[in-house]
T-cell receptor, first 118, second 110 residues
Framework: GAGVSQSPRYKVAKRGQDVALRCDPISGHVSLFWYQQALGQGPEFLTYFQNEAQLDKSGLPSDRFFAERPEGSVSTLKIQRTQQEDSAVYLC????????????????FGAGTRLSVL | GESVGLHLPTLSVQEGDNSIINCAYSNSASDYFIWYKQESGKGPQFIIDIRSNMDKRQGQRVTVLLNKTVKHLSLQIAATQPGDSAVYFCAEKGNNDMRFGAGTRLTVKP
């Protein structure tokens, strides 16, 4: 597709369940980012991939959060034993060039996955 | 701590008027700034960017102004249209970091 695609768009989980969120970046984009956006707030950086390498995971809030991009394209963000404070919109972004969150590259965002933990 | 913030959480303007959305930043090491527009149910969409060696940059109907002396950034939208209604975020980059502000909700009245 032309843009970043995320699935599912909505996910409801019971506390303690594991969830997996998928991101399909723009084809050929080297960099991929995950963000967490709480209601009424700006996105907060979680992690960054350059191709298949996870170069920055400084924003992951706990070891329950795990991300992968095994073939340098599709990425999955997994949250284990979900808790209510994990409820948020999870945004994925991709960028054509290499460079971490501070790089002067335009990031293209997907529509996000809204996670609600009950 | 250092942060990116916005002066006003909401802004309401009449269709056809100009809009000005403000943003304050405090990290003097930031050298690149971006404005994003986020419509309901969508991800942030890039509007315009500016590097710290510039003080003004213009796009289509939008202008970004950067005042490094007072660490202030603004987004001006000319002839605001109903389709401009959204939440606008400023973001700053520097030190291998990118931080978003909380956002300003712009509402355009017909």
């Amino acid at each position: 597709g032309a843009g970043v695609s995320q699935s599912p768009r909505y996910k409801v989980a019971k506390r303690g369940q594991d969830v997996a969120l998928r991101c399909d970046p723009i084809s050929g984009h080297v960099s991929l980012f995950w963000y967490q956006q709480a209601l009424g707030q700006g996105p907060e950086f979680l992690t960054y991939f350059q191709n298949e390498a996870q170069l920055d995971k400084s924003g992951l809030p706990s070891d329950r959060f795990f991300a992968e991009r095994p073939e340098g394209s599709v990425s999955t963000l997994k949250i284990q034993r979900t808790q209510q404070e994990d409820s948020a919109v999870y945004l994925c972004a991709s960028s054509r060039l290499a460079g971490g969150p501070g790089a002067k590259n335009i990031q293209y965002f997907g529509a996000g996955t809204r996670l609600s933990v009950l | 701590g250092e942060s990116v913030g916005l002066h006003l959480p909401t802004l309401s303007v009449q269709e056809g008027d100009n809009s000005i959305i403000n943003c304050a930043y405090s990290n003097s090491a930031s050298d690149y700034f971006i404005w994003y527009k986020q419509e309901s149910g969508k991800g942030p969409q890039f509007i315009i960017d500016i590097r710290s060696n510039m003080d003004k940059r213009q796009g289509q109907r939008v202008t970004v102004l950067l005042n490094k002396t007072v660490k202030h950034l603004s987004l001006q939208i000319a002839a605001t249209q109903p389709g401009d209604s959204a939440v606008y975020f400023c973001a700053e980059k520097g030190n291998n970091d990118m931080r978003f502000g909380a956002g300003t909700r712009l509402t355009v009245k017909p």
